[in-house]
């Protein structure tokens, strides 16, 4: 019996982002007033950045209230520690997480540094027009290097 693939590569994970935020790059981005929110909640929907909407859904959660909305991956991977009294409102453990303990399974594996790129990505309004991905975008990704990463 073969085992099933739990894990996405950074190929797919890359490619999974630039096909849902080119889809409509400006309904879909979490971007609020130029800047980039894990979670922006609109009359109709609730937008997550590139990061964002791979966390888990309590992780999401509690971005917003702990950050005010305004923190990068970088940040995310080394805040755990600082629950802020959140622990029981949003069920976290005592113990400190990586980023990657607060990533839905299948998004796990990445370094952080893939994850800065990628919401660096999702970030930069010059990546992004009305047909998804900008030349300046693509160079981007070809500058990252992210399958290396």
């Known amino acids: ?16 982002t630039i096909e849902y935020y ?8 979490a ?5 980039c929110v894990y979670n922006y909640k609109t009359e109709y929907t609730i937008k997550h950045c590139a990061v964002g909407r791979c966390l888990l859904p309590k992780y999401q959660l ?17 805040a755990q520690n600082h629950y802020n009294g959140l622990e029981d409102k ?5 113990k400190y997480l990586s980023l990657d ?5 299948k998004y796990r594996g990445r370094t952080t540094r893939f994850w800065v790129e ?16 900008t030349p300046e975008g693509i160079k981007y990704i070809d500058e990252c290097d992210f399958l290396a990463l």
């Open 22 to 29: 080119g889809k409509d790059p400006d309904e879909r981005r």
């Open 1 to 16: 019996m073969t085992k099933k693939k739990t894990t996405l590569s950074s190929k797919e994970i890359l490619q999974e």
């Open 62 to 78: 509690m971005s917003n209230a702990t950050w005010n909305e305004d923190v990068s991956a970088a940040d995310l991977a080394e």
């Open 118 to 133: 990628l919401q660096n990505l999702h970030d930069r309004k010059k990546y992004w027009d009305q047909n998804g991905l």
């Open 31 to 35: 971007v609020k007033h130029n800047s």
């Open 90 to 94: 949003y069920d976290l453990p005592e």
């Open 101 to 105: 303990d607060m990533l839905q399974e």
